[in-house]
């Protein structure tokens, strides 16, 4: 029991460092993608024609990303574009035209009518307007921003991405992600309402830990070309490292009471610990007991899963009625998993 307890604190504190000390390394990040390019430039020149064109490249402006012009470029459009402008209308113009109808109206019974239906009109509107397209828009350019990070850091790490076999296994990885990933997400919801408050919550910031690991590993596993029931089942057999090395970011987007000001502030902070990820040496020895917490969200999205890809399947080929097996199965089904 002892042994047990000292190994969870030893694993939980390793993950905090790993998570928080791999985020000083992007200072260094981009001197050494581009001393990795150069390098393998210097490999491909051997002959004389081959040291031309390298010459000719050398010329040319290197235009390919940098990652601290990406992060800066995250920070920049979610807090210095959309916290911002939240900030200014909630907190500046709402509480100036407050005060400033009070003064045009006088009657403090009138006003109050008054402003309850301005204030809803004037809310609602940039709320359609602003809020919701800009929120749709900063997920599309995060998504492309944070995956050029994740290959940026990949590239340093000196290993060959291992591509999936087809496009459809890649598509079908990607929608059982999703799926698995917001039923998680609605499980640790779930479990926050136990009677026992503490309990509850200390049970959801464990699912929402885990979950952000998952998250910030799952660029650098993919890559290596891990599938997803091998994911969760590296996080369900050291799952007390992963939820150290999540809960620094479960803790700090946990602080904000809106739901769209904790997503820009995911977004500031994702890209860093996608970092951290590619930089973490995750343990190879497994703790003493896998914590399932993600059989019955993949029991389900197993489910969901099988029954969609029957249905289109029915209706689009009428031709053949052979069953097609689930992408992925249950990490209780997986024997012991290489950790990468």
Request: overall charge positive; glycine content about 4%.
């Amino acid at each position: 029991m002892t042994d047990s307890v000292r190994a969870f604190l030893r694993n939980v504190a390793t993950g905090i460092k790993d998570s928080i000390l791999g985020i000083g390394t992007i200072s260094k990040l981009d001197a050494r993608i581009q001393q990795k390019r150069e390098e393998q430039r210097r490999r491909r020149a051997s002959g004389a024609l081959a040291q031309r064109r390298a010459q000719s490249e050398e010329r040319k402006p290197d235009n390919d990303p940098k990652v601290a012009s990406r992060i800066f470029q995250c920070c920049a459009w979610n807090g210095g574009v959309f916290w911002l402008s939240l900030f200014l209308f909630y907190r500046v113009f709402i509480p100036l035209l407050q005060t400033l109808t009070a003064k045009i109206i006088g009657d403090p019974s009138l006003h109050g009518s008054v402003w309850s239906w301005l204030e809803f009109i004037l809310t609602s509107v940039f709320s359609a307007l602003w809020v919701l397209p800009l929120f749709v828009l900063s997920k599309i350019v995060n998504a492309i921003w944070f995956q050029d990070i994740a290959d940026l850091a990949f590239e340093v790490s000196g290993c060959k991405a291992q591509p999936f076999p087809s496009v459809s296994k890649i598509i079908a990885d990607m929608l059982f992600n999703l799926l698995l990933q917001a039923l998680f997400l609605i499980q640790g919801m779930i479990v926050s309402l136990f009677p026992i408050d503490a309990i509850g919550q200390m049970v959801s910031l464990l699912h929402m830990s885990l979950l952000y690991s998952l998250y910030c590993f799952e660029y650098r596993w993919f890559n290596h070309g891990i599938e997803m029931h091998q994911r969760l089942s590296n996080i369900e057999r050291n799952w007390p490292y992963y939820f150290g090395f999540g809960l620094p970011m479960a803790l700090l987007t946990a602080l904000p009471s809106s739901y769209i000001i904790s997503g820009c502030l995911f977004s500031i902070l994702f890209p860093l610990f996608i970092i951290s990820a590619n930089e973490a040496k995750t343990p190879t020895k497994l703790y003493h007991f896998q914590l399932r917490l993600f059989s019955l969200v993949v029991l389900i999205s197993n489910k969901l899963f099988h029954k969609t890809v029957h249905l289109q399947s029915s209706l689009t080929s009428s031709a053949s009625s052979e069953k097609l097996p689930s992408p992925h199965t249950s990490p209780t089904r997986q024997r012991l998993l290489p950790t990468q």
